[in-house]
């Protein structure tokens, strides 16, 4: 890690303290989302930082800014409108990593509520050592995660893109949503810090029966993408891999573990994340909720120029799904 990336981090550390320090924050996930076709800056404001993602046409820009700033308070979320202003940024987007209660102060700057990219609830595993940790879990998945590996399945820890892309490319058939492709999960095992794949495999043909994709920073894990294809049930290989993970992260020192991404609570099974949401509350973690997403417009006009251009290539794109 270069001295630059030493420097950012460790800052946005201290600023986030108490709070664990988002790694969406961080120098590397800058690093992939610049490879991901974004222009970033890391802005530091007076006593708050954050990690700026640009992209728009010739000059008119939008400015998006995931689980920042940082520190998420109203007068750090006043600075960076300013800088905003000052480039002038077209709009701006935000998604702190604050609880639903910063709304009222983000409605009085002027933001308005959209559409979230990330998460807005989460499950969160308090650590434990790995034998106590197991035995925090719902009935159901420690009886899931013992019975696979008393059958043998066993989970590869590595750097296995194409094989999350496989797995992955089962869940995307089965629920109809859309995941990231090979390109970008090669990205986030390159470019993040610590980044790795847990595969699980059957334990006589070495069949792949899931994969969970896991980053690290700052004393977090963080379960980012995970894929299975339903082979062998009777293997619990999706039970392994996240248990291989997540035991993984609190062998390591991790102090907690991000399930990244379930349900709004009260959601009812005609949620698309119903199942997953399921799963990941027999883990026995504590629910998180987040503001959600928040745009403010600096240039009606420039803002409106940068929609019709969006809209333009969600077309093309919806064409060209067609044709293929």
């Known amino acids: 890690m270069s001295t630059d990336a030493q420097s950012w981090d460790s800052d946005v550390e201290t600023l986030a303290a108490p709070s664990v320090a988002p790694l969406l924050q961080s120098w590397g996930w800058g690093n992939v989302q610049a490879k991901a076709g974004w222009s970033v800056e890391r802005v530091r404001l007076k006593d708050a930082m954050a990690s700026v993602q640009l992209r728009g046409i010739g000059g008119v820009r939008e400015a998006y800014v995931p689980r920042g700033p940082v520190p998420a308070t109203p007068e750090a979320i006043e600075r960076l409108i300013e800088w905003a202003r000052e480039r002038r940024a077209a709009r701006l987007r935000i998604e702190p990593d604050a609880s639903p209660e910063l709304a009222e102060a983000l409605k009085a700057q002027g933001f308005e509520p959209v559409s979230p990219v990330q998460p807005s609830h989460s ?33 590869e820890e590595g750097r296995d893109a194409a094989e999350l892309e496989r797995q992955s490319a089962a869940v995307e058939r089965r629920e109809s949503i859309s995941l990231p492709g090979r390109a970008y999960y090669e990205l986030l095992l390159n470019l993040l810090p610590w980044c790795r794949t847990y595969v699980a495999r059957h334990p006589e043909t070495k069949e792949a029966l899931a994969a969970v994709l896991v980053a690290r920073h700052a004393g977090r894990g963080y379960s980012l993408f995970a894929g299975r294809t339903g082979k062998h049930s009777e293997l619990m290989g999706n039970d392994v891999a996240w248990w291989t993970a997540i035991s993984s992260c609190a062998d390591s020192g991790c102090h907690d573990f991000d399930m990244w991404g379930v349900p709004p609570p009260g959601s009812g099974p005609e949620h698309p994340w119903h199942g997953l949401g399921v799963f990941k509350s027999e883990f026995n973690g504590r629910e998180v909720a987040y503001t959600g997403a928040w745009e403010i417009v600096l240039s009606k006009t420039a803002a409106r120029l940068l929609s019709l251009e969006k809209s333009a290539r969600s077309r093309v794109r919806g064409i060209r799904r067609n044709i293929s």
Do not use: Q, S, W
């Open 123 to 155: 499950v969160i595993l308090d650590m434990k050592p790995p034998d106590e940790l197991l035995k925090t879990f719902r009935h159901g998945r420690r009886y899931n995660i013992r019975a696979g590996l008393k059958r043998g399945t066993v989970a």
